[in-house]
């Protein structure tokens, strides 16, 4: 059966879906793709620049001969790192589980789900605290040796884009609480979980790269 | 189908005027529920728990993988793990981030800074590295 919608600017019913055309739908754009949603991949597009010059650094300076101070083999600790890749790697599924909740109008899941993501997010952000501190104690610093400045700074900017992802979506859940989150404002979800997703992926990357590769 | 319907119908004037599968015609009638920028529909949530899954299964082999270090050659165990991590890079990006079921320009964009990164900073240290050593 063909779902039936109210046109926001006439007020007739027409057939789901046909509001897109341009010229009625209030979102539609001249290039037909949501332009928030654009924005939002060409960001990530050039986050992928921004990640990968980090991560070419550590490659760079982590071994280079004559630093003082501890080395990778000496600080990693794996089994505990793959705990909070795993939860972070999860807490995608909450995140586009809370989109497909919010999709269908069911807006109890949308803020189980969201506030799930949220609380995996900050599981990983004190992972991560906890492994600096650990770093720390065992004589790694930021200003110890190369190593350990292209480390801090790596990991530390990708805490801080999950840190911004924790905030972002502690405000979806509350603007849910205050019914300020409808069906129809579900492409906001959307784009708060393509940043969400994305700073999986680049910690995906980081992880092998950076703590399973071969040193 | 309800008179109701058939009325709303008539009133849209959306008479298919391009083959099904073409994507421009599926552009211009969306089907129904989709949002503006989806040419498919998204997943349904058990297929995103079956993805979790298999994302999980990898980062598991891939640790395993990681502690062999010593009983297969290094160069072995670096293309295991880059192979694992692209596959788990490109099911989150396909999947989670729905590059499968949306406009074809997004995943062109995302492609072009996930390509463009490694290349260019491929160079980069095959460059400096040697600058670096001397």
Redesign the interface.
Same mark, same amino acid.
């Given at each position: 059966?063909?779902?039936?919608e109210q046109s926001s600017d006439t007020g007739?019913? +027409?057939?789901?879906?046909?509001g897109?055309?341009a010229g009625h739908?209030p979102?539609?754009t001249h290039?037909?793709? %949501?332009n928030a949603?654009?924005a939002m991949?060409?960001f990530?597009?050039?986050?992928?620049?921004f990640?990968?010059?980090f991560?070419?650094t550590y490659?760079?300076y982590r071994d280079?001969p004559g630093q003082t101070g501890p080395t990778p083999q000496d600080v990693y600790n794996?089994p505990f790192t793959?705990v909070t890749?795993?939860i972070l790697?999860?807490s995608?599924?909450t995140? +586009?589980?809370a989109? %497909?909740a919010v999709?269908r109008g069911d807006y109890r899941r949308f803020r189980v789900w969201i506030m799930a993501t949220a609380l995996f997010g900050a599981t990983f952000i004190g992972g991560q605290i906890f492994e600096f501190t650990e770093f720390t104690r065992e004589g790694l610093n930021v200003d110890t040796n190369l190593f350990g400045s292209s480390f801090f700074i790596l990991t530390g900017i990708h805490g801080t884009h999950v840190l911004i992802g924790i905030v972002w979506l502690v405000a979806l859940w509350g603007l849910s609480m205050q019914s300020r989150i409808s069906q129809g404002d579900?492409?906001r979800v959307?784009i708060a979980?393509?940043y969400w997703?994305?700073v999986?992926?680049v910690w995906? +990357?980081i992880f092998?790269?950076i703590?399973?590769?071969?040193k | @189908?309800s008179d109701?319907?058939t009325?709303?119908?008539e !009133?849209?004037g959306?008479e298919p005027d391009l083959p099904q599968g073409d994507l421009a015609y599926r @552009?211009?009638?969306?089907?129904?529920? =989709? =949002?503006?920028?989806e040419v498919r529909a998204?997943p349904?949530?058990w297929q995103? $728990?079956v $993805?979790?899954i298999v994302?999980?299964v990898i980062?598991a082999v891939?640790?395993a993988?990681?502690?062999m270090?010593g009983d297969i050659p290094?160069g072995l165990?670096?293309v295991l793990?880059?192979a694992? @991590?692209v596959v !788990?890079?490109f099911l989150?990006?396909s999947?989670? @981030?729905?590059l499968r079921t949306d406009?074809p320009?997004?995943k062109r964009?995302?492609i072009?800074?996930?390509i463009?990164?490694?290349l260019?900073?491929l160079i $980069?240290?095959a460059t400096?590295?040697g600058v =670096?050593a001397d």
């Open positions: 059966m063909t779902a039936i007739e019913l +027409v057939p789901a879906g046909a897109h055309d739908d979102h539609a290039s037909g793709v %949501a949603k654009l991949w060409l990530l597009a050039s986050d992928c620049l990640f990968g010059a991560i070419a490659l760079l280079r794996i793959s890749s795993f790697l999860m995608s599924l995140m +586009v589980l989109l %497909a999709q579900s492409e959307e979980g393509l997703h994305f999986d992926v995906i +990357v092998t790269v703590y399973l590769l071969p | @189908m109701i319907e009325q709303a119908i !009133k849209s959306h @552009m211009a009638h969306p089907a129904p529920n =989709l =949002l503006p920028g998204h349904d949530p995103y $728990v $993805v979790a994302l999980a980062t891939e640790i993988v990681s502690y270090e290094d165990i670096v793990l880059l694992m @991590m !788990k890079f989150v990006a999947w989670f @981030m729905h406009q320009i997004f964009l995302f072009v800074g996930a463009a990164a490694p260019l900073y $980069v240290l400096l590295h =670096l």
